[in-house]
Every structure is written in structure tokens, then in C-alpha cells.
């Protein structure tokens, strides 16, 4: 059965504090790995597509890797403003969407 | 603002009943996608729809029904609602049938009581 995990639940850091997000996943054909951001109450926003073992994907403080089990969201020096949930999902060989539970990250000044 | 529109933005509707949700996707964008977001269940895909015909299909209840329409709006019907149907309801919306970039807006929480 596809799956994906995403560790730790929850995360709280100080501002400036680098550190990573775990998303292991185990699904037949990948078709894409995504990372989203969600602030409370709101819908969920796009960050990073990874489609193939060794890519990775920058964007501000983020970076997306990807191996063949799971992705790892890097965030450097974060500040307050970074604090969210951070969601990762996969597409399968079905095209069917799986999403993980996300890590609340949390960015204390 | 995603251009995503979603009405309503709250609903309370007892058990039993019948309602349904409303998502206009953003200009030009073919594919509209739902889910379903529950604190003791996350996100989870319920369909997908590419200019009016299902692509994809998650795990949407029998209960549960969706449609595009021609002009591109989607509708999701929920029927003989339960309270464990209590939850956010996202649309969201992109512009092909496998894009990666999906943009979500700001979802319908439905209370069921």
C-alpha cells in the first residue's frame, strides 16, 4: 500500500537554527514528490516538485532533496515568518495523491 | 489570494442531510482537485476532475459525489452526512491534467452536528 511518512510531527526552533524535514514514502511508480506550505486556516501552497532520485530544488531558505525512499526539506537561518505546517505528498502510478500528515514547524525569535 | 474560490465558507448542517460545496478554479485552469482535512486524518484526496471528465480518483465515499461543469466550476455533493464527515474541504485547482503546482483555496468547513 502507497504511504507516506512525514517525521518529526512537530519542530520547534530558534530563529536562525538550521535543520530538516523528513518525508519517506513508499508507493509504486513515483510520479512526483511535492512539498506544500500551510498557514492555519488556510489552504495549502505550493513549494517544490521533485520528480527523480539525486534532484533538488531551492527557493529562499528552502531546499528540496529526493532519494528513492524519501525527500528531505532543508531550511537555512529560518525566521518567525517560516513557521507553518510543512506538507509532502506523492503522485503514483495511478495518478491517485498521497499526502502525508505534515511537521508543524515552529520558529521562535 | 490563489484565485481559487470556494463558497460556502462555513457550513452547519445536521446529520442525515444533504449539502453541497462550490469551487470556481482559477482563470484558464482545466483540472480541479478535492479534499477532505480532518484533524486525525490530514489531507486526504477524495477526486480529480480534468475539463469535465474524472481523472482520478482517491478515498471518496459512496456518499460522496463531484462533477465539473462546462464552464469549469466543480461542485462536491455530500449526502446522509455523519458527524465524522465534519472537516475543512479543499478545492484546489491547476492548469493541466498532471501539474505539479496545485493552488488551493481557502476551503468550506462543514460542522455536522
Known amino acids: 500500500e502507497d504511504q507516506v511518512t512525514q517525521s518529526p510531527e512537530a519542530l520547534r526552533l530558534q530563529e536562525g537554527e538550521s535543520s530538516s524535514l523528513n518525508c519517506s514514502y513508499t508507493?509504486?511508480?513515483?510520479?512526483?514528490l511535492f512539498w506544500y506550505r500551510q498557514d492555519p486556516g488556510k489552504g495549502p501552497e505550493f513549494l517544490f516538485t521533485?520528480?527523480?532520485?539525486?534532484e533538488e530544488k531551492e527557493k529562499e531558505r528552502l531546499k528540496a532533496t529526493l532519494t528513492k525512499k524519501e525527500s528531505f526539506l532543508h531550511i537555512t537561518a529560518p525566521k518567525p515568518e517560516d513557521s507553518a505546517t510543512y506538507l509532502c505528498?506523492?503522485?503514483?502510478?495511478?495518478?491517485?495523491?498521497?499526502w502525508g500528515a505534515g511537521t508543524k514547524l515552529i520558529i521562535k525569535p | 489570494d490563489s484565485g481559487v474560490t470556494q463558497t460556502p465558507k462555513h457550513l452547519i448542517t445536521a446529520t442525515g442531510q444533504r449539502v453541497t460545496l462550490r469551487c470556481s478554479p482559477r482563470?484558464?485552469?482545466?483540472?480541479v482537485y478535492w479534499y477532505q482535512q480532518s484533524l486525525d486524518q490530514g489531507l486526504q484526496f477524495l477526486i480529480q476532475?480534468?475539463?469535465?471528465?474524472?481523472?482520478a480518483k482517491g478515498n471518496i465515499l459512496e456518499r460522496f459525489s463531484a462533477q465539473q461543469f462546462p464552464d469549469l466550476h466543480s461542485e462536491l455533493n455530500l449526502s446522509s452526512l455523519e458527524l465524522g464527515d465534519s472537516a475543512l474541504y479543499f478545492c484546489?485547482?491547476?492548469?493541466?491534467?498532471?501539474?505539479?503546482?496545485?493552488?488551493f483555496g481557502q476551503g468550506t468547513r462543514l460542522t455536522v452536528v
Open positions: 484546489a485547482s491547476s492548469g493541466s491534467q498532471w501539474d505539479t503546482e496545485a493552488f
Open positions: 482563470s484558464g485552469d482545466l483540472s
Open positions: 476532475y480534468y475539463n469535465g471528465e474524472e481523472r
Open positions: 508507493v509504486s511508480g513515483l510520479r512526483g
Open positions: 521533485l520528480y527523480s532520485a539525486g
Open positions: 505528498a506523492v503522485r503514483d502510478s495511478n495518478y491517485q495523491l498521497i
